[in-house]
């Protein structure tokens, strides 16, 4: 079972940046970035086939987020830019070996961290 252990979150104010961490046993075929706010669902904000390092972003992040992966560390990462306080929330990778459906879709990960808050002021 492959086990995922995110870092890196913090308290930061508006306009800076976070690099999010996240240690994994080893990689599934299919690697995401997702967040929650309070009282919000989780929503997906990057994600990123392995194999391939394809890389998604929702409109929403795209431009301020990357997401990308270091092989021989078995490390996935968020680089966050231009913090906004919309992007509070706690952040989780999470892993799937399915390429079926959505990669948003988080009924489809089967592999979750624990999450590392990020919290921006403005």
């Known amino acids: 079972q492959v086990q995922l252990v995110e870092s890196g979150g913090g308290s930061v104010q508006a306009g800076g940046s976070l690099r999010l961490s996240c240690a994994a046993s080893?990689?599934?075929?299919?690697m995401a970035w997702f967040r929650q706010a309070l009282e919000k669902e989780r929503e997906g904000v990057a994600g990123i086939y392995t194999g391939s390092a394809l890389a998604l972003y929702p409109s929403s992040v795209k431009g301020r987020f990357t997401i990308f992966q270091d092989n021989a560390k078995k490390t996935l990462y968020l680089q966050i830019n231009s913090l906004k306080p919309e992007d509070t929330a706690m952040y989780y990778c999470?892993?799937?070996?399915?390429?079926?459906?959505?990669?948003?879709?988080?009924?489809?990960?089967?592999?979750w961290g624990q999450g590392t808050q990020v919290t921006v002021s403005s």
């Open positions: 999470a892993g799937k070996n399915s390429y079926n459906g959505d990669w948003r879709d988080v009924t489809r990960y089967t592999v």
């Open positions: 080893g990689f599934s075929n299919v």
